[in-house]
């Protein structure tokens, strides 16, 4: 079955420090990932994703993420945190045996607080 | 351009009543989700359709879920004989089916529902 962890219920950095946001997953074939980022009474806003090529993923905002596949994680980070970046992180992982369509399995979030 | 709306916004109802939730997909994305987000369960799959393909309900927490998207547009979620423990926020997404933003799922801003 598929499966998302986020170890880390909260997150606490002070602005101007690079942040790091947790996240392992368990697939049974290749893994898209995903993190989405969600601010008070929104939805959830798209960051970056993972489906092939470069490990190394680009996303808004700054963030990046780092595929790796032995240690099946997927990190959000970015090196200069910013009050604005307060808000609470989803990590998301979809099969790829299930072909490029289907439901978003989730994390339980991480909780990010920049301080100034 | 406009993204995935939802409506409304918050609604309050008592127990034992029916709601219905409406969700209106970004032009073009033949996919859509819905998702529910609750403090004790996180964010879970609810149904997903994808063009003229029978749904995917396996999400459905009970029969008393059941959801429809007229004319591969808007779809309708819809609770009957609510009960307390289906205050969450839902969500609906959407997504394209081909392009270089496949299988991206954007967000709306969900629907607070509460049950009184």
């Known amino acids: 079955a598929q499966s998302v962890a986020q170890p880390e219920d909260q997150v606490n950095v002070a602005e101007g420090n690079p942040l790091t946001v947790k996240c392992t997953y368990s697939v049974s074939g290749n893994p898209y990932l995903f993190w989405y980022v969600q601010y008070p009474n929104r939805g959830l806003q798209f960051l970056l994703k993972?489906?092939?090529?470069?490990?190394l993923v680009k996303g808004s905002y700054g963030f990046e993420a780092e595929f790796n596949k032995s240690q099946t994680s997927f990190h959000l980070t970015k090196p200069s945190a910013l009050v604005s970046d307060s808000a609470l992180y989803f990590c998301a992982v979809r099969d790829s045996n299930g072909g490029s369509q289907g439901n978003l399995i989730f994390g339980k979030g991480t909780k990010l607080s920049v301080k100034p | 351009g406009a993204g995935v709306s939802q409506s409304p916004s918050n609604k309050v109802t008592e127990k034992g009543k029916d709601v219905e939730l409406r969700c209106d997909p970004i032009?073009?994305?033949?996919?859509l989700y819905w998702y529910r987000q609750s403090l004790g369960q996180g964010l879970e799959f609810l149904i997903y359709?994808?063009?003229?393909?029978?749904?995917?309900k396996s999400g459905l927490p009970s029969d008393r879920f059941s959801a429809e998207r007229t004319g591969g547009s808007v779809s309708t979620l819809t609770i009957q004989r609510t009960q307390q423990e289906d205050s969450a926020v839902y969500l609906c997404?959407?997504?394209?089916?081909?392009?270089?933003?496949?299988?991206?799922?954007?967000f709306g801003p969900g629907t607070r529902l509460t049950v009184l």
């Open positions: 032009s073009g994305h033949t996919a």
């Open positions: 997404a959407s997504s394209l089916v081909t392009g270089p933003r496949q299988g991206t799922q954007y």
């Open positions: 359709f994808q063009g003229n393909s029978a749904p995917d």
């Open positions: 993972y489906i092939t090529g470069d490990n």
